[in-house]
T-cell receptor, first 115, second 113 residues
């Protein structure tokens, strides 16, 4: 069964450094999402992406964050200048369509640790 | 998105059925009821969804109350692998929703051998 893959599984970065998290969505999916989960807390929506542009973003997704689909397969999340509070699990998801009957398929996440 | 209410935790014995409840008294007519689960150290996983009628798939069944103000996720025979946090999420196709999921705290299901 096709799946969403994320790399790396664990990223350790010094505060203030830039970090790029990578995702390969399911190949025929058109909608892409990033979520994060701080340890012990709820899964939170960050951003959705369709047709090479952001569809919606949450308050968390400030100017330090950006997303890109640099080629036909990868979908990336960049954090420009990381802060301690960016430490979390980051999950990528994709879906065939945006309609609310369509499920989202998640990767197993990247654990980001900011020192 | 409309809010849902779930018990914080539930316990089950292996091989027995599990009924996970969800209240969504403010649900609107266009809200789909979705269930996801998150196994330890993994990303959320889609389980099932429905609008008005009960639904079955290979993972579970979804029973939706006639007034749609509550629903129940049914695992017919719990296995140890079903131990996870289960999330009941309402998704609306009205009002410009862009499709993002809003997760609550969910129900942590423990399965005893």
């Amino acid at each position: 069964e096709p799946e969403v893959t994320q790399t790396p599984s664990h990223q350790v970065t010094q505060m203030g450094q830039e970090v790029i998290l990578r995702c390969v969505p399911i190949s025929n999916h058109l909608y892409f999402y990033w979520y994060r989960q701080i340890l012990g807390q709820k899964v939170e929506f960050l951003v959705s992406f369709y047709n090479n542009e952001i569809s919606e973003k949450s308050e968390i997704f400030d100017d330090q964050f950006s997303v890109e689909r640099p080629d036909g397969s990868n979908f990336t999340l960049k954090i420009r200048s990381t802060k301690l509070e960016d430490s979390a699990m980051y999950f990528c998801a994709s879906s065939e369509a945006r309609h609310d009957s369509q499920p989202q398929h998640f990767g197993d996440g990247t654990r980001l640790s900011i020192l | 998105d409309a809010k849902t209410t779930q018990p914080n935790s539930m316990e089950s014995n292996e091989e027995e059925p599990v009924h996970l409840p969800c209240n969504h008294s403010t649900i609107s007519g266009t809200d789909y009821i979705h269930w996801y689960r998150q196994l330890p150290s993994q990303g959320p996983e889609y389980v099932i969804h429905g609008l008005t009628s009960n639904v079955n798939n290979r993972m579970a069944s979804l029973a939706i109350a006639e007034d749609r103000k509550s629903s129940t996720l049914i695992l017919h025979r719990a296995t140890l692998r079903d131990a996870a946090v289960y999330y009941c999420i309402l998704r609306t196709s009205y009002g410009g929703s862009q499709g993002n999921l809003i997760f609550g705290k969910g129900t942590k299901l423990s399965v005893k051998p």
